[in-house]
């Protein structure tokens, strides 16, 4: 077991963003965490990261304290994290002196297959800096990977290159979270999705199982929420 989350409540104020999350992450495993803004996605991913710590409940990540997982999970944020005047090079130092199993070679495959140029991150388009940023995250020889809408904004070539790096980082002993608006795209990734409506968990299912029933995710998803959250075609 990657993680395991048993009750767990997570507030903000008066606002409660998760409310008794129970879910267990497995190796082997690519999870679509999908529902719409404000169901609790984000919060989630940070907990599960050791970023937030529960109200109540418990998380273990790896048998332990998540915050003790360093480099064993991978979370990549919606919201850029590179600072304005690192190049691709000076990016691949920081992460090799940061994470000791950092994928220097992966990195580097990477950068060439997403076709990131070598500019400071301020010159690079928003494409560019969220491809740039993920192949740092996906080099990272981690369990768990935690990725927050890895394909907003992008143009649908990019989201495609970033789809095929996801696959190609794929090993059987990690998993895979994919939090995202972008369902139908995503889809043929998914091998089990999770539903989030206000910080509950509304459906826990594998997608096979859906794609049986003669349906695709994304069918499932506008029976469960409509169109809300979903882009507009």
Request: proline fraction near 6%; charged fraction near 25%.
């Amino acid at each position: 077991m990657l993680a395991q989350l048993r009750g767990i409540v997570k507030t903000y104020g008066a606002v409660e963003a998760l409310r008794g999350v129970d879910l267990e992450l497995r190796p082997g495993e690519i999870v679509g965490l999908l529902g719409p803004n404000g169901s609790g996605k984000t919060t989630l991913l940070k907990v599960i990261a050791g970023l937030l710590l529960p109200d109540r409940g418990g998380v273990t990540v790896l048998g332990g304290s998540p915050r003790r997982c360093r480099g064993a999970v991978a979370y990549l944020p919606e919201l850029p994290y590179l600072p304005g005047w690192m190049r691709t090079a000076q990016v691949e130092t920081l992460f090799r002196r940061i994470f000791p199993g950092f994928r220097v070679d992966s990195f580097r495959e990477l950068i060439g297959v997403l076709r990131v140029p070598d500019r400071p991150v301020r010159g690079l388009s928003k494409g560019e800096r969220g491809r740039l940023e993920l192949a740092a995250i996906l080099a990272l020889n981690a369990k768990l990977y935690l990725l927050d809408e890895p394909l907003g904004g992008l143009d649908p070539v990019s989201r495609d290159r970033i789809l095929q790096s996801v696959i190609a980082a794929w090993h059987k002993e990690a998993g895979f979270v994919i939090a995202t608006h972008l369902v139908a795209e995503a889809e043929p990734l998914f091998d089990r999705v999770v539903f989030l409506r206000e910080g509950k968990v509304v459906l826990d299912a594998p997608a096979e199982e859906l794609r049986e029933k003669g349906k695709s995710v994304r069918d499932v998803y506008l029976e469960v929420f409509g169109d809300v959250g979903l882009p507009v075609a």
